[in-house]
């Protein structure tokens, strides 16, 4: 992402140089270094949308250890639930001792599961944040090269004028 940014900082400031046109909002832009500029920051966003899909994937692997976490806990409760139910005196302890411990398991894992998701939901929101800059940046640049092809006509025009006086 700092990469991205970067190449942001780098377009703006290219802008931000640029000669301004008399009287104008305009500016005069090298069309070859902000036509690299943007083809580089293109070239670094399937990086920053790998990095997202990594993202999603770590989700699902935090999930999946936690189901395997859960299920061993469950399987460990059941194994102690069985040997306590041997004892008759203990049967009606065993039994609220595993209820309890499967409900432990359960509370855990969708607690577990529900940190992965607000986790990997902030990641997203800021890779949204990122893209959206992105994108009006590249608006932004390229309504002001729009705009520098229009005053360059009315240029023409305004320079066919005899000068009063």
């Known amino acids: 992402m700092d990469a991205v940014h970067e190449k942001l900082a780098e377009i703006v400031a290219l802008v931000e140089g640029a000669r301004a046109m008399p009287m104008s909002a305009s500016c005069v832009v090298n069309r070859?270094?902000?036509l690299e500029h943007l083809?580089?920051?293109?070239?670094?966003?399937?990086?920053?949308?790998?990095?997202?899909?990594?993202?999603?994937?770590?989700?699902?692997g935090v999930l999946e250890e936690g189901r395997r976490e859960a299920a061993q806990i469950v399987?460990?409760?059941?194994?102690?639930?069985r040997r306590l139910?041997?004892?008759?005196?203990v049967h009606r302890e065993a039994t609220a001792e595993a209820a309890r411990l499967v409900e432990e398991a359960r509370?855990?894992?969708?607690?577990?599961?529900?940190?992965?998701?607000?986790y990997v939901d902030a990641k997203l929101a800021n890779f949204?944040?990122?893209?959206?800059?992105?994108?009006?940046a590249?608006?932004?640049?390229?309504?002001?090269?729009?705009?520098?092809?229009?005053?360059?006509?009315l240029g023409?025009?305004?320079?066919?004028?005899?000068?009063?006086g």
């Open 32 to 34: 070859a270094d902000l």
């Open 39 to 60: 083809t580089d920051l293109e070239s670094l966003l399937p990086e920053t949308i790998s990095k997202a899909q990594e993202v999603l994937g770590d989700k699902h």
């Open 75 to 81: 399987a460990d409760a059941q194994e102690e639930r």
């Open 85 to 89: 139910i041997e004892a008759t005196d």
């Open 107 to 118: 509370a855990s894992a969708e607690a577990m599961r529900l940190e992965v998701e607000d």
């Open 128 to 136: 949204e944040i990122v893209l959206n800059k992105t994108l009006s």
């Open 138 to 153: 590249v608006a932004r640049g390229r309504d002001k090269l729009s705009g520098h092809s229009e005053l360059e006509g």
């Open 156 to 164: 023409d025009a305004v320079d066919d004028r005899p000068l009063p």
